[in-house]
């Protein structure tokens, strides 16, 4: 998310979310901390969504339920963040407007013209931001592909015409930076898919992101050609597609697509799949599939699976995985590392030149990437000819100054990652967590113990309840000495006539973790519950 | 681990461990069941390990707990292996026995040749094992190197004189079946480290695995001819390599290598730090300094890191939060991705060929790597011409059977992994797992009531305690509303007139659960422990 703020306006661009991190234990999404906008809620006249991938528009429906401002976008894009907005139930609460390529609108004061470019979505808009200061561009994700399946090349002339009139601030998605040369044409798939169409004797199943509107409508072209019908599995997939074949992005011809239910009635050289479970999530129907365990559709010798999608980084296990269980139940597997059978949608470093040539900043933000991206995109500026001093490399919360002339890192405002989890936007923090971390790693041991308040002799106990740390059958023996610790660390505490309930607790706690850690070299959590009656 | 059986003789080869997946949660290490061998103790006469890495020799000491037989490998193999077997006291109980390439002995009355083979670690054994069915050949982690570090290629000679006599099996190294042409000799590094030692201006930071002999040697030969010093950072670096000095596998010149506390006193330019760290495990050296949390380094700009490494799969997000940390701190980072400092220690398709070629087995057993690469070696031998009746692709536990003419599938023994948890082996099961994933997904949440025995009288409570679910202190009011669910759910039970304490408890169980689903969509385990007076 990125906010450009003019005297008292704001224009929002994208708001994106982001996966948890393996140690983000049950997190189920990142939003960005928003406190800046809600404290000049005022001042917002617009959000932007330059494209439907997640992690630009995933925030916005928590976004929406704290602020009030018109969005904007194609109108793929706002189908997609519409959906979301739906499963939140704040829909009407949005005002969406929709914008094409070459539209010049007034937001607020700011002048905005909208530029197409190339990226793994269909509908993706860069933006020419003009203000009294100057203009700035933001390129969105992209990639530039000259024969690109919708016929849309990126909007060179557009480009050209801004570098040509003076651009103050060029902000550069940054993904791709550190592969050499030109990303190939997403066009290029389509002799890989003709020949494994060709080669396929049974059914095939493809699967790939949902959003990858073009990708399909190359599975579709080569079905057509094959003479084979198509059926959609997977609700994001059939979602989709649903909102992609409504609004125009994609072209199924009447009669190839098919139900769910009709495959088993075809012959399997007359079947294709287009299926969710691209990144392996284990619920995504592919992987169910490669598990044995997808309600309708049993995976079987003669099968040809063509994972047309890369990593993303975090996800290489789950997917490995699934390829081995493909394997396994008798399918012939075709993915990248093999075959090559995807192409990337963000631009490599002589694109990324061409776009610093082209627009010719005076300054320069590489965005999109990690921070490692960021210095090399920087350092690729630099090559271009933009003096180091102004190239910015910002961080989330940095607030970055520009007059005509200048540019600096000028402060940084509250930014950062807010948890959600479950119905909670926020209140999952660090102490949830490490707690969360404990009990993964070794599980909870809990000692129960009731007292006489009158004379603080035991009612009752010490009984140990233990979940995650060790198989209670087979632990009986370890759970007696657990006992006898518990009324030792009590006798303690009574010798030294110290009978308050937290020196209590805090010496059984002690105790049992110096015991049990000798004992197994596990740390569970330990929990002394003590009751007076 | 693989064992060959013939009459009442076992020859064991290799006990590695496996690192546990995302789903282990708390596991340290997985080994694997040898219930098979305890069960035929009297038949073992030895255990061969082809070599030093974790998994080839990591399950050792398990192993060695549980059955006796004398060891086999080379020295530096059998350095690495004392090493762990002295971690956990028993090294005394092992016989070591140390072998060198072109040896040839007699374990019980299996003839054994030891054929030298490159790979990532030296010290690395193939093995011709002559039994009176046939010849096994098992060519243990390899690639072909033809300049390698040591001067020692491969020993095609061997290899092609066992061809020539005849091999009833091969079993070769499956994990770079999916890379076309061939590894690169290990020795092109030394032009990478030339340039990169000749550009830097600082000091030279490098990590790689400890057990990679040969690259550190390369990283040495460098430092030499740039006139810089070594120091060597981590305990497994400084532990491998002085042993690997010791034996000879790695040659330092006197004086060259410095203790860390000297490094400061030195010109930047005048040092190589050589560290662990290279899968940004979040303890090791490298990690540390990245984080600017270690004791005695501090990166700073003008520092040059080298990783020359790839990620062992699941490790690629670690690495790349330490190579962006390491940006932040001012360094300048090579990594695979940009410039290829790092080369594999396993055959391409075109090596696997020349093996396959070389040994001219009548079986074949495609070893080492995941299932969908045993599937893709398979097909590689049937194109080399093994018939693909003669080719068997084994899973754990399956016992494969030859003759002098026939080979099979022949049955299955007791197999699988053994999760390793602390001191605890074995222990943690299904149960536990299940428990930890819950935990970390949502913590618990305990429900406490104390009884009169006499009349069912709730004397004291509920209290309730969460761990791990929402921020206690933020969460009054929910506990509050719990806090009620649970006197609810009591009175349901006095109502019913069922005061059986599983039915109470199963009561509150469900109450709870539903409650705090609908409030926050988040499933703690949920805990009622019922204390009677």
Not at 38 to 62: R, S
Not at 74 to 90: N, Q, Y
Request: with cysteine; glycine share 8%; charged share 25%.
């Amino acid at each position: 998310m990125w906010a450009v703020e003019y005297r008292d306006e704001i224009l929002v661009i994208d708001a994106g979310l982001m996966f948890p991190d393996e140690d983000m234990l049950g997190i189920d999404v990142v939003i960005p901390d928003i406190t800046y906008l809600m404290e000049h809620q005022e001042k917002i006249v617009g959000i932007i969504l330059t494209h439907g991938h997640e992690d630009h528009i995933g925030a916005l429906p928590y976004v929406i339920k704290q602020i009030t401002a018109p969005v904007y976008g194609s109108r793929l894009t706002l189908a997609l963040a519409e959906a979301k907005l739906k499963e939140h139930g704040v829909e009407r609460k949005v005002q969406m407007i929709p914008v094409s390529p070459r539209d010049e609108l007034k937001i607020g004061s700011f002048k905005v013209e909208f530029i197409n470019v190339n990226h793994s979505i269909a509908g993706v808009l860069a933006l020419a931001i003009h203000t009294p200061a100057g203009i700035i561009v933001h390129t969105a994700d992209f990639k530039i592909d000259h024969t690109p399946v919708d016929g849309e090349p990126l909007d060179f002339h557009k480009f050209a015409e801004l570098g040509e009139k003076g651009v103050l601030v060029l902000l550069s998605d940054s993904t791709n930076v550190e592969q050499e040369g030109y990303t190939v044409s997403e066009r290029v798939l389509a002799e890989k898919f003709e020949e494994f169409f060709h080669g396929a004797e049974g059914r095939l199943i493809v699967t790939t992101f949902a959003s990858n509107i073009h990708r399909i409508q190359q599975v579709v072209n080569a079905a057509v050609l094959h003479r084979r019908k198509v059926a959609f599995i997977g609700r994001s997939m059939v979602n989709v597609v649903s909102i992609a074949k409504d609004l125009g992005y994609l072209k199924i011809p009447d009669g190839l697509e098919i139900e769910l239910d009709e495959v088993q009635r075809l012959p399997a050289n007359e079947v294709v799949l287009v299926t969710t479970g691209s990144q392996g999530e284990p619920l995504a129907a592919l992987s169910r599939m490669a598990m044995g365990e997808h309600r309708r559709i049993t995976i079987m010798p003669g099968d040809t699976v063509i994972i047309s999608a890369s990593a993303i980084p975090g996800n290489e296990k789950l997917i490995a995985r699934t390829i081995n269980h493909l394997y396994k139940q008798g399918a012939r597997v075709i993915y990248e590392a093999v075959t090559g059978v995807h192409v990337s949608g963000h631009a490599r470093q002589e694109e990324l030149k061409l776009m610093l040539q082209l627009v010719k900043p005076k300054f320069f933000v590489p965005i999109h990437g990690e921070y490692r991206h960021l210095v090399q995109h920087a350092r690729l500026a630099q090559e271009i000819g933009v003096p180091s001093k102004n190239v910015f490399i910002a961080e989330n919360g940095d607030v970055l100054e520009f007059t005509a002339n200048s540019g600096r890192i000028a402060g940084r405002v509250s930014a950062g990652r807010i948890f959600v989890d479950g119905l909670g936007v926020g209140d999952v923090g660090n102490v949830v967590l490490r707690d969360r971390k404990q009990l993964s790693q070794d599980g909870i041991l809990i000692a129960i113990i009731t007292l006489d308040q009158e004379n603080g002799q035991v009612l009752a106990g010490p009984d140990i309840i233990s979940r995650g740390f060790v198989y209670v059958r087979e632990s009986e023996a370890l759970m007696e000495e657990v006992r006898a610790k518990v009324i030792e660390a009590l006798d303690k505490c009574q010798n030294q006539g110290n009978n308050d309930w937290s020196f209590m607790k805090g010496q059984i706690r002690e105790t049992l973790s110096r015991f049990l850690y000798e004992r197994t070299k596990r740390r569970p959590m330990i929990l002394p519950i003590i009751t007076e009656v």
